[in-house]
C-alpha cells in the first residue's frame, strides 16, 4: 500500500488564522481524499481532490474555507481558513491503493487546536 | 437515518475471548467493505476488506458480509489487550466511490 507522509502533526492556532496541511505520497495516485475526524467522533468527508481539476466537496464544506490544491499526482494540500475553535479536529488525507481491492490508506494525521 | 451504523461500546470481552463488531449499512448498491483498527491518537489502519457475501477469514480476524440484510460484522478470535482500539467500518459506495465510515465501536480486551 501507499506510503503517505502528512504534516504538520499537530499545531495549535489563534482564532481567525489559517493552517495549510500538506500530504505526500510515495507514489502517483488519482485521486487524495480529506477527511475531518472531531473529538470522540467517526471520520468525515470533507473533499476529493483530483489532479487537474477542481475538488468535489462534500456537503457542508465549502472551498473558500477548505481551499484545496492538487499540482501534481503525489501531493496535496488542505488549508483551514479563517479558524474557529469549532474546528478544532484531527485532519487526515487519504489516499486509495492501486488495485482498489484493499481499501484506504491515511496519512498520520494532523491534530489542529484552535483557541 | 445514518448511513453506516456501528454500535459506540465499549464492548468488552476478557482476553482470549471471541469480540464481535457489527455494522449495518442503508446503501443498497454499496460495492465494498472494509473494517479498520484506530488507536488512541493514531490514524486509522486498514484490517479486512471484503466484497462478497460469506465469510472472510485472516488470522485471528473473520469479516462476515450479508448483502441482502445489509450487514457486515467483524469477529476477532483469541482477544488480546492489544486488540484495545476503536474499531471503524467503512462502505464503499456511488459515483465516485466515496467511502462513508460508521461511528466506530470501541473494544476493550480485558487481561
Known amino acids: 500500500s501507499a506510503v503517505i507522509s502528512q504534516k504538520p502533526s499537530r499545531d495549535i492556532c489563534q482564532r481567525g488564522t489559517s493552517l495549510t496541511i500538506q500530504c505526500q505520497v510515495d507514489?502517483?495516485?488519482?485521486?487524495m481524499f480529506w477527511y475531518r475526524q472531531q473529538p470522540g467522533q467517526s471520520l468525515t468527508l470533507i473533499a476529493t481532490?483530483?489532479?487537474?481539476?477542481?475538488?468535489?466537496?462534500e456537503s457542508g464544506f465549502v472551498i473558500d474555507k477548505f481551499p484545496i490544491s492538487r499540482p501534481n499526482l503525489t501531493f496535496s494540500t488542505l488549508t483551514v481558513s479563517n479558524m474557529s475553535p469549532e474546528d478544532s479536529s484531527i485532519y487526515l488525507c487519504?489516499?486509495?491503493?492501486?488495485?482498489?481491492?484493499?481499501?484506504?490508506?491515511f496519512g498520520s494525521g494532523t491534530r489542529l487546536t484552535v483557541v | 437515518q445514518k448511513e453506516v451504523e456501528q454500535n459506540s461500546g465499549p464492548l468488552s470481552v476478557p482476553e482470549g475471548a471471541i469480540a464481535s463488531l457489527n455494522c449495518t449499512y442503508s446503501?443498497?448498491?454499496?460495492?465494498?467493505f472494509f473494517w479498520y483498527r484506530q488507536y488512541s491518537g493514531k490514524s486509522p489502519e486498514l484490517i479486512m476488506s471484503?466484497?462478497?457475501?460469506g465469510d472472510k477469514e485472516d488470522g485471528r480476524f473473520t469479516a462476515q458480509l450479508n448483502k441482502a440484510s445489509q450487514y457486515v460484522s467483524l469477529l476477532i478470535r483469541d482477544s488480546q489487550p492489544s486488540d484495545s482500539a476503536t474499531y471503524l467500518c467503512?462502505?464503499?459506495?456511488?459515483?465516485?466511490?466515496?467511502?462513508?465510515f460508521g461511528t466506530g465501536t470501541k473494544l476493550q480486551v480485558i487481561p
Open positions: 471484503i466484497y462478497s457475501n
Open positions: 507514489s502517483q495516485v488519482t485521486m
Open positions: 446503501d443498497r448498491v454499496s460495492q465494498s
Open positions: 481532490a483530483n489532479q487537474g481539476s477542481e475538488a468535489t466537496y
Open positions: 467503512a462502505v464503499r459506495s456511488g459515483g465516485y466511490q466515496k467511502v462513508t
Open positions: 487519504s489516499v486509495e491503493s492501486r488495485d482498489r481491492i484493499y481499501g484506504y490508506t
